[in-house]
């Protein structure tokens, strides 16, 4: 039995979204300051470069669109890199915390061209045809209802406009058919257990919270959990690492030993797709001309970085922006690949 099952066998649930479950309790929605988000991009860093390549593949995916929708910007990615290139974003996400952190972001890096608004893609507080343009960076599979997301996507754009989004491939991810992580900390007297479960057949991902009293046993077993570095982690967090179902920390004898202390539990679940089903899934929602390419990311990213390590990026800076964004363009050439990663672009009729 994995420890999911275990969970789902005994522990009553309360539905709740990955706003709320993952992103809300984010300190920072990547591993590392983005460029153009957190701060100014830097020639001297390559994978600035590899990031503004992807930001020249939005551009030329979108087709010269002058108002975009940045679908679950998080942070401000990659609508604030996009806004800085002249485009005027509206920049959303379900997550007040995000919301305001991109708010934030936007202000100090003197981007008067964004506005940011706290709401779900499933319900866009926006009239029909308010863009000519969405993006999306890996949001919409993080929606509760993606279809619903993507028909709003479709109703807020104009006849023409664009939609470029990049989609997580969790298929072309996971190394193992199912794939356990968890940790355990404390919050005051309070013993927090949170569970990622991914696998591969059928491809899905699901979250859990558990909370319990934090009595002897269990503040034993948090004690024992070290930190790891991980971009999801919270203030307090130890971070999450791979587990089984045995782990006599983190897996299910702990859980069992912890039943009649428990507190509250909640879970999200999100439904993945290959890239040929997120082609069937776009069309549905009435998209046109829906293609899937492989990710620009990976092929600026070995280019980007044999420049560096050839020592010929500093003589290149002043001309950072027309290289990242002319390289970005080479999207289209591209197949979809098992990367984690892929690009997707389509049109409204």
């Given at each position: 039995?994995?420890?999911?099952?275990?969970?789902?066998?005994?522990?009553?649930?309360?539905?709740?979204?990955?706003?709320?479950?993952?992103?809300?309790?984010?300190?920072?929605?990547?591993?590392?300051?983005?460029?153009?988000?957190?701060?100014?991009?830097?020639?001297?860093?390559?994978?600035?470069?590899?990031?503004?390549?992807?930001?020249?593949?939005?551009?030329?995916?979108?087709?010269?669109?002058?108002?975009?929708?940045?679908?679950?910007?998080?942070?401000?990615?990659?609508?604030?890199?996009?806004?800085?290139?002249?485009?005027?974003?509206?920049?959303?996400?379900?997550?007040?915390?995000?919301?305001?952190?991109?708010?934030?972001?936007?202000?100090?890096?003197?981007?008067?061209?964004?506005?940011?608004?706290?709401?779900?893609?499933?319900?866009?507080?926006?009239?029909?045809?308010?863009?000519?343009?969405?993006?999306?960076?890996?949001?919409?599979?993080?929606?509760?209802?993606?279809?619903?997301?993507?028909?709003?996507?479709?109703?807020?754009?104009?006849?023409?406009?664009?939609?470029?989004?990049?989609?997580?491939?969790?298929?072309?991810?996971?190394?193992?058919?199912?794939e356990e992580r968890a940790e355990l900390y404390l919050e005051g007297t309070t013993?927090?257990?949170?569970?990622?479960?991914?696998?591969?057949?059928?491809?899905?991902?699901?979250?859990?919270?558990?909370?319990?009293?934090?009595?002897?046993?269990?503040?034993?077993?948090?004690?024992?959990?070290?930190?790891?570095?991980?971009?999801?982690?919270?203030?307090?967090?130890?971070?999450?690492?791979?587990?089984?179902?045995?782990?006599?920390?983190?897996?299910?004898?702990?859980?069992?030993?912890?039943?009649?202390?428990?507190?509250?539990?909640?879970?999200?679940?999100?439904?993945?797709?290959?890239?040929?089903?997120?082609?069937?899934?776009?069309?549905?929602?009435?998209?046109?001309?829906?293609?899937?390419?492989?990710?620009?990311?990976?092929?600026?990213?070995?280019?980007?970085?044999?420049?560096?390590?050839?020592?010929?990026?500093?003589?290149?800076?002043?001309?950072?922006?027309?290289?990242?964004?002319?390289?970005?363009?080479?999207?289209?050439?591209?197949?979809?690949?098992?990367?984690?990663?892929?690009?997707?672009?389509?049109?409204?009729?």
């Open positions: 039995m994995t420890i999911e099952g275990w969970i789902r066998k005994n522990v009553p649930l309360a539905p709740a979204s990955s706003a709320e479950l993952r992103y809300e309790r984010m300190a920072r929605q990547a591993a590392e300051e983005l460029p153009g988000v957190h701060r100014p991009a830097d020639p001297r860093r390559p994978f600035d470069w590899v990031d503004g390549a992807l930001i020249g593949a939005f551009l030329a995916a979108l087709g010269g669109a002058e108002r975009v929708l940045d679908v679950g910007t998080g942070d401000g990615w990659p609508g604030l890199p996009l806004a800085r290139h002249g485009v005027e974003v509206v920049a959303l996400d379900p997550s007040p915390r995000r919301a305001a952190l991109a708010r934030e972001n936007a202000r100090r890096l003197g981007l008067s061209n964004v506005e940011v608004v706290c709401a779900p893609a499933e319900a866009l507080p926006f009239p029909d045809g308010s863009f000519d343009g969405v993006v999306a960076g890996t949001a919409f599979e993080q929606c509760a209802d993606p279809p619903a997301a993507l028909r709003e996507a479709r109703r807020v754009l104009v006849a023409g406009g664009r939609l470029a989004a990049t989609f997580e491939d969790l298929g072309a991810e996971l190394r193992d058919p199912v013993a927090v257990y949170r569970l990622v479960h991914r696998s591969r057949s059928p491809l899905r991902e699901a979250e859990y919270e558990l909370r319990f009293r934090a009595d002897g046993a269990l503040r034993k077993a948090a004690a024992a959990v070290p930190p790891v570095p991980s971009f999801v982690r919270g203030e307090g967090e130890p971070g999450l690492r791979p587990v089984l179902p045995d782990d006599p920390v983190l897996g299910i004898s702990v859980l069992e030993g912890a039943r009649g202390s428990l507190l509250s539990a909640r879970f999200f679940e999100l439904c993945h797709r290959s890239p040929e089903e997120t082609v069937a899934l776009v069309e549905a929602a009435g998209f046109q001309g829906v293609r899937a390419f492989g990710n620009p990311g990976r092929l600026a990213r070995e280019f980007f970085l044999g420049l560096h390590e050839a020592g010929l990026l500093p003589a290149l800076a002043p001309h950072m922006d027309a290289l990242a964004l002319a390289f970005g363009r080479l999207y289209e050439a591209l197949p979809p690949g098992r990367t984690s990663v892929f690009f997707l672009v389509a049109r409204r009729s």
